[in-house]
């Protein structure tokens, strides 16, 4: 047993797909031509991490609509938050957003989120030790790298866990502090860097911020498919970028970035291209993009909300002010 | 006694057959075993089989090929 010194957990259970992310990802690559990757929801992979005592930046497991199982091979506190679910420790309810000390040999289970919400993250104390990569443990899905061995996890996959800070207790993440989930999400963003006046025309942008978007089946990590639209347009064509008033010579996409693919609306996800040649109507700011990662593929339904460079940092300070050990309470 | 149900594990879109040319896994009235795949549901650009837990006669399906299913919702009625 060369591994029996080392802290670990084993997954029995992968579910649909879990992955190994971190916070707030790769940062800093996109001229090297990576998306960052990274908790598709960092908001509750933050609040995981705080319950446990880790560092918010640490590694946990993100688990997309639940059917996840996993043994701890050591004595570690776990915390589960996200979408709603049944979770268990050797069969015990463990309420979500609620940490717990569990001994080795303890199974934790959730079972496959009813909604609202589509993803959970699991968090141990220690966080999961795999190798950082250009500066994050987060697993790209696309570019298969990072992460545990550049995949998702499958059944007997071993991780690493590091050392444990030893603030380990029962605590709640305090529910006032906790994000809303609903079917029926606003989504707060900024117009463009391609919309009016000169790729689509203001009843275009109203109709856009006017609609309630159905989520389609194949949406993930890379992106967020919402339903086709027949757009006026202010072009009749892309000129010399291609014959759709869509098309665009290839330019960077922002994370978070609503991609008008012909007609169809898709909102790059954390493991997104960086590049492409299709306008972009609007951009998600960066204290709603966690939303992105409990959109429930069929059934839930996006409308976005058109908000100031005012809104949008009030909106992530507002965030970073319920991270923090101050919304924990001791249970 | 009460007819069993085979269920959706997964929200997407659920499928009778593996691809739209492909013959459907089984038809009502047929006798399926635990394991056997009878659908698949469609998600994150993968198809994801839809099992019947335990042995008996498929006797009807519950949802049409191309509907949304979500999570644990009943698609087919198993009988004796």
Redo the contacts between chains.
């Keep these: 047993m060369a591994n029996s010194g080392e802290r670990a957990v084993e997954i029995r259970k992968p579910g649909v797909q879990a992955t190994v992310q971190d916070y707030p990802g790769r940062s800093g690559m996109l001229r090297q031509g990576f998306f960052p990757s990274g908790a598709m929801d960092n908001v509750a992979m933050r609040a995981a991490n705080l319950l446990v005592g880790n560092p918010q930046a640490a590694a946990g497991i993100e688990v997309t609509l639940g059917g996840f199982e996993l043994r701890l091979d050591a004595d570690a506190t776990v915390a589960v938050c996200g979408a709603r679910a049944e979770v268990t420790l050797d069969g015990q309810p463990l309420p979500i957003w609620v940490s717990r000390p569990a001994a080795a040999g303890t199974m934790l289970a959730i079972g496959v989120s009813p909604g609202p919400g589509f993803r959970q993250y699991v968090a141990l104390s220690g966080g999961v030790d795999v190798p950082e990569l250009f500066g994050s443990r987060a697993t790209y899905t696309m570019g298969g790298l990072g992460g545990f061995q550049g995949r998702p996890l499958a059944p007997g996959d071993r991780l690493p866990l590091g050392a444990p800070s030893g603030d380990e207790r029962a605590r709640s993440f305090r529910e006032s502090a906790r994000p809303a989930y609903g079917r029926e999400w606003r989504i707060e963003v900024m117009r463009g860097p391609q919309a009016t006046p000169d790729f689509l025309t203001e009843a275009d942008m109203a109709a856009f911020f006017d609609r309630s978007w159905p989520v389609d089946r194949n949406s993930n990590r890379t992106g967020i498919r919402l339903e086709s639209y027949q757009f006026a347009w202010a072009r009749d064509s892309g000129g010399v970028a291609g014959g759709h008033p869509s098309n665009i010579l290839d330019n960077p996409y922002p994370v978070g970035a609503v991609n008008l693919n012909g007609d169809l609306p898709v909102i790059l996800g954390p493991d997104g291209p960086t590049a492409g040649g299709f306008v972009v109507a609007a951009t998600v700011v960066h204290g709603a993009l966690w939303k992105l990662g409990q959109l429930r593929p069929v059934g839930d339904r996006v409308r976005f909300r058109e908000v100031t460079p005012d809104e949008a940092t009030e909106l992530d300070r507002e965030l970073a002010a319920r991270l923090t050990a101050d919304s924990l309470d001791n249970v | 006694m009460t007819d069993r149900t085979i269920k959706a594990?997964?929200?997407?879109?659920f499928y009778r057959r593996p691809s739209p040319d492909a013959e459907p896994y089984v038809t009502e009235g047929q006798q399926v075993r635990g394991g056997d795949t009878v659908a698949v549901v469609?998600?994150?650009?993968?198809f994801?089989e839809v099992t019947a837990e335990e042995s008996g006669v498929l006797q009807r399906f519950l949802v049409e090929d191309g509907d949304?299913?979500?999570?644990?919702q009943d698609v087919a009625v198993l009988g004796e």
């Design positions: 594990l997964l929200p997407g879109v469609e998600l994150m650009k993968s994801h949304a299913v979500e999570a644990g």
